[in-house]
């Protein structure tokens, strides 16, 4: 069976999983405080429309359902099962259900790869494999499939149907955002505990989900991706919210050059999600609102208004609408003409709309319907601030009788601050899927995620194709190997990245002065930086190994000999090869690298060099293959991104930055590290000025 034919008949099988026609609950107990009895009572409340065959080996009946002693006395087909035995049962119970012949299970059983069982968790996958059954778990808390009314879990109940499917790694968390969720009304279409992902990971459930009409936003709590690899090739449909915990930088301890040192799994997860088109948020709050935001439609522009009845809030939306590069209707006057009637006297139409304390429910209706009606406005941020002169549940009402009357045509977000009324108040705006928070930050952030998905789902499609290496520069890496050394030399390393298209500055590799000379007047080299060349010498600086500057032949010949002299004199046991000439070049201080990660394999880093790299570590990365496009935005992510626009007279080349982040990526198959420490870009151009390659 192909791996593309195994992945739609395991699709096809998660179909089964969330719309079964019939359940059997394994392990379901008469017992209320077991975990047995938690799943079928919820099964049974939540009012699910299939046949619902509780199992269990003694009782006949159990909440009133005819109960079997096994899954094999049930009659007729089952499509799915909930197994909820004692670790030790599990693998018998499997059996079972493949002789069922069953589409899909759920193992909530607790006790396999999570406390180092991984071979008894192994043969689970491999029943699940040669059946055909997508298998979820084990150690999991189960799932709700609001659309089908299925609650197969052992979580809270009555979770309130709505959009988004919530994918959580953590059992734990999970749960009580489930409970969160009902708390503050916003709809789920599914949360899925994935427990230990033997089987059925993020990718299924996000591609299953692509194609699930009942589904608009994906959420996804991660705390670690098991094959980093095949997490890159998961295809996206729908936007997908991002919280991933966990940024331990050990694995960038272990790595020795200046690009692995700055690597550090956190910034390897950012780059994969960003190259997927996965938006990532900080806190669960942040998540969530972001989540809501996105089943709102589009924008049809950049502009946005701000209502309030506070100035204060209005100031600090501002703030993080400006942090977001969300922009602000700004033509006052026109402002004033549509909004003047909506407010007192002493309002302002200066945007934020300030309708005042004491602006009223009809006020907040007026100011809304404008912003709704324009169309020059394309999304709408409400604020409010409790007063005791203003109820916010009128507000919300207001909001939602404008919305709903002009049929959601643009994004609106709201916050709301105070009390319990306040309160009150986000929970019938979530009821009626109007994205409200008790944050501005929040709502401006769930704004600003509608924003990016526009963007990523309006990029060209490309796809990454895995670049070949030219044969002439895997000859010289294999000689190099070949020889038991580790690392190339400058003249080596140089030699391989200008093969596979890195911009070089003139550049050459001389034995002695005379030789030296002769290659710097052929290619008219002058100024030019001399670096000694020797395998045995890591920092040629602190051995009189680096000279600057060099103006002319005669400057050349007497440079080379003072310091081959210097550096015999500080270190005497070094074999001297010679010395690496390159052309002095002014600009803008790049740093370009590649390294590999233990889960997503090769990954290419770009960042501004100098004090950028060293105190700000403002690097990103890129996960090997990705396309120029996705090259483009790695130029366009870093924080110092201004500086490569041009800033006081200095500026990049981008196109020869892209270059060589698409160069890099030949050798990354071939080679531990690369570093190209500085590449220094100006307006006519980027050169590799250093480069050392690790292998
Ligand atoms: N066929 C039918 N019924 C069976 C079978 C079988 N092969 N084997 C056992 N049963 C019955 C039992 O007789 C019992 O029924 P009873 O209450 O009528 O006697 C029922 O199934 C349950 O079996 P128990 O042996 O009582 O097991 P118990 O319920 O104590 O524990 C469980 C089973 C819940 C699966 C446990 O082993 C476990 O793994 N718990 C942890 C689950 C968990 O936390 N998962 C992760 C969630 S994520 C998070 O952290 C929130």
């Known amino acids: 069976m192909s791996s593309d034919c195994c992945c739609s008949s395991k699709a096809k099988s998660l179909k089964k999983v969330f719309s079964p026609d019939s359940v059997a609950i394994i392990g379901a107990s008469a017992e209320p405080g077991k975990i047995g009895y938690q799943v079928l009572n919820n099964i049974l409340k939540n009012d699910f429309k299939g046949k619902v065959y509780p199992v269990n080996r003694k009782a006949t009946e159990i909440m009133g359902v005819k109960c079997y002693p096994s899954m094999l006395e049930i009659p007729g087909d089952v499509d799915f099962a909930v197994i909820a035995v004692p670790a030790p049962l599990v693998e018998g119970v499997m059996r079972e259900c493949a002789k069922k012949n069953i589409k899909g299970a759920v193992v909530i059983t607790s006790g396999f790869s999570e406390i180092g069982k991984k071979k008894e968790e192994d043969v689970l996958k491999e029943i699940a494999d040669q059946h055909g059954i997508a298998l979820l778990g084990p150690n999991t808390f189960g799932f709700v499939y609001t659309p089908s009314n299925l609650n197969a879990s052992f979580g809270p109940q009555n979770v309130a149907p709505g959009k988004i499917a919530f994918i959580s790694q953590s059992g734990a968390l999970g749960i009580s955002l489930m409970g969160w969720t009902m708390m503050e009304k916003i709809g789920m279409a599914s949360v899925v505990s994935l427990g230990n992902k033997a089987d059925i990971g993020e990718k299924e459930l996000i591609e299953y989900f692509n194609d699930d009409p009942n589904v608009s936003v994906i959420l996804i709590y991660m705390e670690g991706i098991k094959n980093g690899r095949e997490f890159m090739t998961t295809k996206l449909k729908k936007p997908v919210v991002i919280l991933k915990s966990g940024s331990s930088s050990r694995g960038a301890q272990a790595a020795a050059s200046h690009t692995g040192s700055l690597a550090g799994s956190d910034k390897i997860y950012t780059a994969a999600f960003n190259q997927l088109g996965m938006i990532r948020a900080r806190t669960f709050t942040q998540a969530f609102g972001a989540a809501s935001a996105l089943s709102m439609p589009l924008p049809k522009g950049s502009d946005a208004v701000i209502i309030t009845n506070g100035g204060g809030i209005g100031v600090s939306a501002t703030d993080e609408c400006e942090n977001a590069g969300i922009k602000m209707v700004d033509d006052h006057e026109w402002l004033e003409a549509k909004f003047r009637s909506t407010m007192p006297d002493f309002g302002s139409t200066k945007n934020p709309i300030d309708v005042t304390g004491g602006g009223g429910r009809e006020g907040y209706q007026k100011a809304v319907r404008v912003a709704?009606?324009?169309?020059?406005?394309?999304?709408?941020?409400?604020?409010?601030?409790?007063?005791?002169?203003?109820?916010?549940?009128?507000?919300?009402?207001?909001?939602?009788?404008?919305?709903?009357?002009?049929?959601?045509?643009?994004?609106?977000?709201?916050?709301?601050?105070?009390?319990?009324?306040?309160?009150?108040?986000?929970?019938?705006?979530?009821?009626?899927?109007?994205?409200?928070?008790?944050?501005?930050?929040?709502?401006?952030?769930?704004?600003?995620?509608?924003?990016?998905?526009?963007?990523?789902?309006?990029?060209?499609?490309?796809?990454?194709?895995?670049?070949?290496?030219?044969?002439?520069?895997?000859?010289?890496?294999?000689?190099i190997r070949k020889e038991g050394r580790t690392f190339l030399l400058e003249h080596e390393s140089r030699k391989v990245l200008e093969i596979c298209g890195v911009p070089m500055p003139k550049w050459g590799f001389a034995r002695t002065a005379d030789e030296a000379v002769k290659v710097?007047?052929?290619?008219?080299?002058?100024?030019?930086?001399?670096?000694?060349?020797?395998?045995?010498?890591?920092?040629?600086?602190?051995?009189?190994?680096?000279?600057?500057?060099?103006?002319?032949?005669?400057?050349?010949?007497?440079?080379?000999?003072?310091?081959?002299?210097?550096?015999?004199?500080?270190?005497?046991?070094?074999?001297?090869?010679?010395?690496?000439?390159?052309?002095?070049?002014?600009?803008?201080?790049?740093?370009?690298?590649?390294?590999?990660?233990?889960?997503?394999?090769?990954?290419?880093?770009?960042?501004?060099?100098?004090?950028?790299?060293?105190?700000?570590?403002?690097?990103?990365?890129?996960?090997?293959?990705?396309?120029?496009?996705?090259?483009?935005?790695?130029?366009?992510?870093?924080?110092?991104?201004?500086?490569?626009?041009?800033?006081?007279?200095?500026?990049?080349?981008?196109?020869?930055?892209?270059?060589?982040?698409?160069?890099?990526?030949?050798?990354?198959?071939?080679?531990?590290?690369?570093?190209?420490?500085?590449?220094?870009?100006?307006?006519?151009?980027?050169?590799?000025?250093?480069?050392?390659?690790?292998?």
């Open 372 to 479: 709704l009606a324009e169309d020059r406005i394309h999304a709408v941020i409400v604020l409010y601030c409790e007063t005791a002169v203003l109820d916010p549940v009128d507000v919300a009402k207001a909001v939602i009788e404008e919305y709903n009357a002009v049929k959601r045509n643009k994004p609106l977000v709201v916050t709301m601050v105070g009390g319990e009324r306040s309160r009150q108040a986000i929970q019938i705006l979530n009821e009626h899927q109007i994205p409200a928070m008790t944050e501005v930050l929040e709502a401006v952030s769930g704004l600003k995620a509608l924003y990016t998905w526009q963007e990523i789902s309006s990029r060209p499609k490309e796809v990454a194709v895995a670049p070949e290496i030219p044969a002439k520069a895997l000859e010289i890496i294999e000689a």
């Open 520 to 695: 710097a007047e052929a290619t008219k080299m002058y100024p030019i930086a001399m670096k000694i060349a020797s395998v045995d010498i890591i920092h040629k600086s602190d051995v009189g190994g680096v000279i600057l500057n060099v103006k002319n032949a005669e400057e050349l010949k007497a440079k080379f000999a003072q310091m081959m002299e210097t550096v015999k004199k500080n270190a005497p046991k070094a074999n001297l090869l010679g010395v690496n000439l390159c052309q002095m070049v002014d600009g803008l201080q790049c740093i370009v690298g590649m390294n590999k990660d233990p889960q997503f394999g090769p990954a290419v880093m770009f960042g501004l060099g100098g004090i950028f790299v060293e105190v700000l570590k403002d690097v990103s990365f890129r996960i090997v293959p990705f396309s120029e496009g996705e090259a483009q935005r790695l130029v366009g992510e870093i924080k110092a991104r201004k500086l490569l626009d041009g800033y006081r007279g200095q500026g990049a080349h981008k196109a020869s930055i892209i270059k060589t982040l698409m160069a890099v990526q030949k050798i990354a198959a071939h080679v531990k590290e690369v570093d190209i420490n500085p590449l220094i870009t100006n307006k006519d151009g980027s050169y590799a000025v250093d480069a050392r390659i690790i292998i």
